[in-house]
């Protein structure tokens, strides 16, 4: 069986198992040690051990020594785990809209505002809506609908 | 253990089973059938079937039949669901740019450009950067560190 070839796949290959994205957050709130994390998470600390090494692996958090008797680590977010901020405010904003009455966490912009996330093409500003985008795919034979037969 | 009040992870609970964002992908593409599904997402169909549920009780799809007899069912966007799309593209951005050699699927916007989607701060235009975004918490005690001690 061929599966559609898919960078959303593929991010979910690195981002997508449960707790994985709760710990990106709770870095980019500047909680960047295990116990901590642990708190403010609620996940089994096997379970959250795994998650992170996961998550130094692919290059997302790295590992940086605070104490060295005894050795211990905090977590740090690389360049490509910065660049996941969009993924964490897209859902935030979902949720806000459809799942809670009132937002948990509003997060003030530097320019002033309360932010409101948008995501909008980067040519024209506009955000894309629904049928504004048809695909193009590299491999021969699929289709939006899928591989196709011939 | 009083775990932190997020709207990431109220999302999370709707979308952050493994699959369910690959359905949404699909529907996205137009793909609204469990067979076609089953095939393109390479996904077990009891997986698959327990997702589809969970997707259609939290209100992000719809099932709308297409068959009396037998009975059959395809799977529609509702509104809520369209709105998980800056969620899919941000993903997709960042499997792309981080994960593949080449994009598997460009998107064409209807303002001529190839889709690069940007999440930007709908007040100023700008995308927040670090150290631009500062949190506020509804719930007393909370601050970016955590629940606060006293």
Redesign the interface.
């Given at each position: 069986?061929t599966?559609?070839?898919?960078?959303?796949?593929?991010?979910?290959?690195?981002v997508?198992?449960?707790y994985s994205?709760?710990v990106l957050?709770e870095v980019f709130?500047?909680?960047r040690r295990f116990d901590?994390m642990i708190?403010?998470?609620?996940a089994p600390r096997d379970i959250l051990t795994a998650r992170l090494r996961h998550l130094v692996e692919a290059?997302v958090l790295e590992k940086v020594p605070y104490s060295q008797r005894p050795p211990r680590f905090e977590y740090h977010l690389t360049d490509?785990g910065?660049?996941?901020?969009?993924?964490?405010?897209?859902?935030?904003?979902?949720?806000?809209?459809?799942?809670?009455d009132?937002?948990?966490?509003?997060?003030?912009?530097?320019?002033?505002?309360d932010?409101?996330?948008?995501?909008?093409?980067?040519?024209?500003?506009?955000e894309?809506v629904?049928?504004?985008?048809?695909?193009?795919?590299?491999?021969p034979g699929w289709t939006?609908?899928?591989?196709s037969a011939d």
């Open positions: 069986m599966r559609r070839q898919c960078s959303i796949a593929d991010a979910l290959g690195v997508g198992e449960k994205l709760l957050r709130f500047g909680v901590a708190r403010n998470i609620g290059g490509a910065r660049e996941l901020r969009p993924v964490l405010l897209a859902l935030m904003k979902w949720g806000n809209r459809h799942l809670v009132r937002p948990p966490v509003v997060w003030k912009h530097s320019c002033g505002a932010l409101d996330p948008v995501l909008v093409c980067h040519a024209c500003g506009e894309p629904t049928g504004s985008l048809t695909p193009r795919f590299r491999d939006a609908a899928g591989l």
